[in-house]
């Protein structure tokens, strides 16, 4: 099945998420970020308590572009399930392993004379191989890169959906397989929604970000229905978030209910179809997958160059972030047009995972002999 013709919508909004979301590591890692705040305290301490939340407009868009490549009608329009889970795996993991490889060389180079907490310690082989198979969340292992725990989430989210769509369609006679696996889909994110989402316990699992997920799935349900049914999807969504926000009242819950709703509501308008959009932000919004892996080794750099030619400055601080900001665009761009914009094979795949495992392997073993 072919997929469905680029939204300018869906581009400027991945855009000002990603945007969001680099900002708010820039503001939050390393030694700028509190010398800006001396100048400037209410912009840092926003960007690292609200910005941080964009990760929810994330998850719901990943749930509304499931749903139109893989139940547009609410029934599995996909061949073998395990043939669709590699493809999403793979498509995942070889800019996430070259971003890696980034980042553990980056880390590397400042380790020696930069000492700060965001510099992870030199990666062993068990969490190595745990990143390389989108297993270090359920591992335990710790995380390389601010943004690798996402790329796992996602994985999950689109295998636990896949199987879901693809037991309706092996169980359940043809006629009831759309209502069937659409009434799932709401169950398993009310159950998200009202029990899972408040125990951060489940903060590694899919469970716990399927709420987000599941009214992502529905918006696309809501905007491609009719009239009537559009305003009983809508009617829904909105139900559900209402109930998981009386029970336990989460800010990122709410952001994701008003994206979701809006979402369900505006692409199914004709204006917002014929739309075009703001270009940097669709440029932006077309790259943002690479710069949201890449920026973090572009955060490490840009904190241990600054941090060392100018201490103690806070334009220089405040210049730096700019420049980090700048930068992560930039690497995110050579990034999807070196790596992402390929469709990926499983050989590229397996060799990018073993390019991330020995490069780890061999930072360690040239620390070890200094």
Excluded at 46 to 71: C, I, K, T, W
Excluded at 73 to 88: D, H
Excluded at 220 to 226: E, P
Aim: charged fraction near 10%.
């Amino acid at each position: 099945m072919s997929s469905p013709p680029r939204s300018a919508l869906i581009d400027c909004t991945k855009a000002v998420a990603c945007a969001a979301i680099v900002a708010h590591h820039l503001a939050f890692y390393g030694p700028l970020p509190p010398l800006v705040a001396q100048a400037a305290p209410a912009l840092i301490s926003g960007l690292v308590e609200y910005a941080r939340m964009a990760v929810q407009v994330f998850l719901v868009l990943a749930g509304y572009l499931a749903a139109a490549s893989l139940a547009p009608q609410g029934s599995a329009r996909f061949g073998a399930p395990a043939a669709k889970v590699g493809q999403r795996f793979v498509r995942l993991v070889v800019p996430y392993a070259v971003a890696l490889v980034m980042v553990i060389a980056t880390s590397a180079a400042v380790r020696p004379w930069f000492d700060d907490p965001a510099v992870s310690p030199d990666p062993d082989l068990a969490q190595l191989l745990a990143h390389a198979l989108l297993l270090h969340g359920v591992a335990g292992e710790e995380s390389l890169s601010a943004g690798a725990w996402y790329v796992a989430i996602d994985f999950q989210l689109f295998a636990l959906t896949v199987l879901l769509l693809a037991g309706v369609r092996a169980l359940v006679r043809p006629a009831w397989r759309a209502r069937t696996g659409q009434a799932l889909v709401v169950l398993l994110a009310a159950a998200s929604l009202l029990v899972f989402n408040r125990d951060a316990d489940w903060d590694v699992w899919a469970l716990y970000f399927f709420g987000a997920y599941g009214l992502g799935l529905m918006a696309w349900w809501a905007a491609q229905a009719a009239r009537a049914e559009s305003r009983a999807w809508l009617l829904l969504m909105a139900a559900l978030v209402a109930m998981a926000l009386l029970l336990d009242w989460r800010e990122r819950i709410a952001l994701a209910g008003a994206t979701a709703l809006a979402l369900g509501s505006l692409m199914r308008l004709a204006p917002v179809a014929r739309w075009q959009g703001v270009a940097p932000l669709r440029w932006l919004g077309q790259i943002s997958y690479s710069v949201f892996l890449v920026h973090f080794a572009v955060c490490l750099l840009v904190n241990a160059l600054v941090s060392n030619l100018w201490p103690g400055s806070v334009s220089a601080a405040a210049m730096g972030l700019l420049a980090g900001f700048a930068l992560s665009l930039l690497a995110g761009w050579v990034l999807y047009q070196r790596v992402e914009r390929y469709v990926p094979t499983w050989h590229k795949a397996l060799r990018w995972q073993l390019g991330l495992v020995g490069a780890g392997l061999a930072t360690a073993l040239l620390a070890g002999l200094r």
